[in-house]
């Protein structure tokens, strides 16, 4: 049987989302308490990587058992929550038709970036301090992301993926809880490439770079023209849509 899996994880503790020799990731900690739980080794395949730092809501993993209607079994799920760790949660468990694929059949991911202008003992752990950006000026600027497929420029280097183009639906910025959130979705990222497109909106915003210079830097497919990438700490994978309901 495959099932699918709807899990939440602070990232902060976490060297991202994809399993790595001697590194602590969310991948692995997964796998290793479902080897546990279902007495033999097994694997899980994810909907996307998440970078070092990077948190998620409503993510969206797939494995296979043999042990049938894991899906309604409420104990299994709650021995689950049980062995991993307090920053990695299990929402849901739900059978899928056997081609499904966590990765290969999402549609649309959307993340959202998370800032404040003011001081916050409890909020600093996921919202980056801004003052006196444009919100304005960064929402021009985000709706030109919109004209363009390769984002080379905003892109980690030396990655392993076959192309760099993607579609973007919708990026915007928008007031809240005296902040800002910078709101982002499409068929596919590249590794870094939010974070990278954030702190280079940072750059409109603060009026070191011009709308025009944004579309140059798009045009130029150099990552080295960018600006720095926004802290990890902040960016949030929101939501991951399919063609079907599970």
Same mark, same amino acid.
């Given at each position: ?27 692995? $900690?997964?796998?290793?308490? =479902?080897?546990?739980? *279902? ?23 797939? #494995? ?12 299994? =799920? ?25 990765? #290969? ?39 030109? =992301? ?10 980690? *280097? ?23 959130? #910078? ?7 590249? $590794? ?8 280079? =909106? #940072? ?21 080295? *023209? ?21």
């Amino acid at each position: 049987m495959r099932y699918f899996m709807v899990l939440d994880y602070n990232g902060t503790n976490f060297c991202g989302w994809q399993r790595q020799p001697s590194a602590d990731t969310i991948q692995e $900690r997964i796998e290793r308490a =479902l080897s546990v739980l *279902l007495k033999n080794d097994t694997e899980i395949t994810g909907a996307g990587r998440t970078d070092t730092g990077v948190h998620a809501r409503n993510y969206v993993a797939h #494995f296979d058992s043999d042990v049938d209607n894991l899906n309604t079994d409420t104990d299994f =799920l709650y021995r689950l929550n049980c062995i991993l760790p307090f920053d990695i949660n299990v929402q849901r468990i739900a059978k899928v038709h056997s081609e499904a694929h966590a990765r #290969f059949d999402a549609t649309r991911r959307t993340y959202r970036y998370y800032t404040t202008s003011r001081k916050d003992v409890f909020g600093y752990q996921f919202a980056e301090r801004v003052r006196n950006l444009n919100i304005d000026t960064m929402n021009a600027a985000a709706t030109k =992301l919109l004209d363009y497929t390769d984002f080379t420029s905003f892109s980690k *280097l030396n990655t392993d993926v076959k192309t760099n183009n993607c579609t973007i639906f919708d990026a915007h910025w928008e007031s809240a809880n005296g902040g800002m959130i #910078f709101t982002i979705t499409a068929n596919r990222f590249l $590794r870094n490439m939010v974070r990278a497109i954030v702190g280079t =909106l #940072f750059e409109v915003g603060y009026g070191k770079i011009s709308i025009a210079d944004f579309c140059h830097i798009i045009e130029a497919k150099d990552r080295g *023209l960018a600006g720095t990438s926004a802290p990890a700490k902040a960016l949030f994978l929101e939501e991951i849509e399919y063609p079907y309901s599970f």
